[in-house]
């Protein structure tokens, strides 16, 4: 199947500092990816979702200046944590669509912690 | 909006027995209803989906039944095996997957040796 690889699987970073985690599509074009939190023993919450070339469009209450999400190419969107905070720890997965099928693929994870 | 019900909310069944887990949605126009595998710390993979033209579709163990009158559909797990354990989730989108992922709950699966 499709793989979509996320990076880092897990990062740990003090209080204040800013996040960056990866997502590329790897055997195929995403122009729509998506970014998802999940808290533990819960579904997916959809952040936003990420256009190639267009500004994201952020679910209602995230905060699109704490995260900070591009997609400038068609395999690559990345999203950042900015001034993260330990209430921001969390397990962050994005998603890329496979245009072609209409499905979507996810990434592996990035499990975040903020001290 | 779309909403997606799913049950149970935690499952165990013995090694070999069946599984099934079921989801209602509630928007009519939705019409791609994939299903995903989550082992722990890891994301969700992919295991089968269905689409609106078709009521059953089956991928070796597995298998996925649609109901469009009801609006429920579910996953049907045979011979289930212990790396069959993790969470399950059902979706359900309109214009063929091409709208956004409405997601349920997700279902605990624990197969016991």
């Known amino acids: 199947g499709a793989v979509v690889s996320q990076h880092p699987s897990w990062v740990i970073c003090k209080s204040g500092t800013s996040v960056k985690i990866e997502c590329r599509s790897l055997d195929f074009q995403a122009t729509t990816m998506f970014w998802y939190r999940q808290f533990p023993k819960q579904s997916l919450m959809l952040m936003a979702t990420s256009n190639e070339g267009s500004k994201a469009t952020y679910e209602q209450g995230v905060e699109k200046d704490k995260f900070l999400i591009n997609h400038a190419s068609l395999t690559l969107s990345t999203l950042t944590v900015t001034s993260a905070h330990p209430e921001d720890s969390s397990f962050y997965i994005c998603?890329?669509?496979?245009?072609?099928?209409?499905?979507?693929?996810f990434g592996e994870g990035s499990r975040l912690t903020v001290l | 909006g779309e909403n997606v019900e799913q049950h149970p909310s935690t499952l165990s069944v013995q090694e070999g027995d069946s599984a099934v887990i079921k989801c209602t949605y509630s928007d009519s126009a939705s019409n791609y209803f994939p299903w995903y595998k989550q082992e722990l710390g890891k994301g969700p993979q992919l295991i089968i989906d269905i689409r609106s033209n078709v009521g059953e579709k089956k991928d070796q163990r597995i298998a996925v039944t649609l109901n469009k009158t009801a609006k429920h559909f579910s996953l049907h797990i045979t011979e289930t095996q212990p790396e069959d354990s993790a969470v399950y989730f059902c979706?359900?989108?309109?214009?063929?997957?091409?709208?956004?992922?409405?997601f349920g709950k997700g279902t605990m699966l624990l197969v016991s040796p």
């Open positions: 998603s890329a669509r496979w245009e072609d099928r209409g499905v979507l693929f």
């Open positions: 979706a359900a989108s309109k214009d063929s997957g091409y709208s956004t992922l409405t």
